[in-house]
T-cell receptor, first 114, second 118 residues
Framework: QKEVEQNSGPLSVPEGAIASLNCTYSDRGSQSFFWYRQYSGKSPELIMFIYSNGDKEDGRFTAQLNKASQYVSLLIRDSQPSDSATYLCAVNAGYGGATNKLIFGTGTLLAVQP | GAVVSQHPSWVICKSGTSVKIECRSLDFQATTMFWYRQFPKQSLMLMATSNEGSKATYEQGVEKDKFLINHASLTLSTLTVTSAHPEDSSFYIC??????????????FGSGTQLSVL
């Protein structure tokens, strides 16, 4: 059973601080990794995706991937109250072709305190 | 970005009835669609994958005779929950991509359907 694990939180950070969200995955063959933001009762919204080891930055968001440790993280700089949501880590399962599908973690609830 | 329209947004039904949820791609051809279910405070659990014109592939533990998926056209997939029971109450979300072999950064989600079975 391929698994994606996250700390459910809540992770509480003050406004302006850096929020660090972590995710581990069990399938060593996974090649692509995604972070989604989900507000309560809404569908997920893609924030970042990363394929290669190292860091990938997009605005206030940085995704970090370490395939050897099977670990992916998301950093949010200058956190804002509007960032308060559940952040879902997703890992691509399947090895190409029509079997490509995403396996989601349970999500981490982030609360940014004004 | 591409739009996936999902209807209804919420539905309340009596136990034993069937409920159909529609997922439409509005500005692209959705060759592959995924159906997820999400219970409160839990993650999205993949139920099935459907490719246009083919039978859906169900994940382990998902009853294919209870959750009927039809993907007869490139813009429409439907999920029918047959003989719904209270334990089927959940948030159902569809997602679609425009190519069967595409990587999933081009995966577009519907707005979800909250199903409550009394």
């Amino acid at each position: 059973q391929k698994e994606v694990e996250q700390n459910s939180g809540p992770l509480s950070v003050p406004e302006g601080a850096i929020a660090s969200l972590n995710c581990t995955y069990s399938d060593r063959g996974s090649q692509s990794f995604f972070w989604y933001r989900q507000y309560s009762g809404k569908s997920p919204e893609l924030i970042m995706f990363i394929y290669s080891n190292g860091d990938k930055e997009d605005g206030r968001f940085t995704a970090q991937l370490n395939k050897a440790s099977q670990y992916v993280s998301l950093l949010i700089r200058d956190s804002q109250p509007s960032d308060s949501a559940t952040y879902l880590c997703a890992v691509n399962a399947g090895y190409g072709g029509a079997t490509n599908k995403l396996i989601f973690g349970t999500g981490t609830l982030l609360a940014v305190q004004p | 970005g591409a739009v996936v329209s999902q209807h209804p947004s919420w539905v309340i039904c009596k136990s034993g009835t069937s409920v159909k949820i529609e997922c439409r791609s509005l500005d692209f051809q959705a060759t592959t669609m995924f159906w997820y279910r999400q219970f409160p405070k839990q993650s999205l659990m993949l139920m099935a994958t459907s490719n246009e014109g083919s039978k859906a592939t169900y994940e382990q533990g998902v009853e294919k005779d209870k959750f009927l998926i039809n993907h007869a056209s490139l813009t429409l997939s439907t999920l029918t929950v047959t003989s719904a029971h209270p334990e089927d109450s959940s948030f159902y979300i569809c997602s679609a991509r425009d190519r069967p072999y595409a990587t999933n950064e081009k995966l577009f989600f519907g707005s979800g359907t909250q199903l409550s079975v009394l």
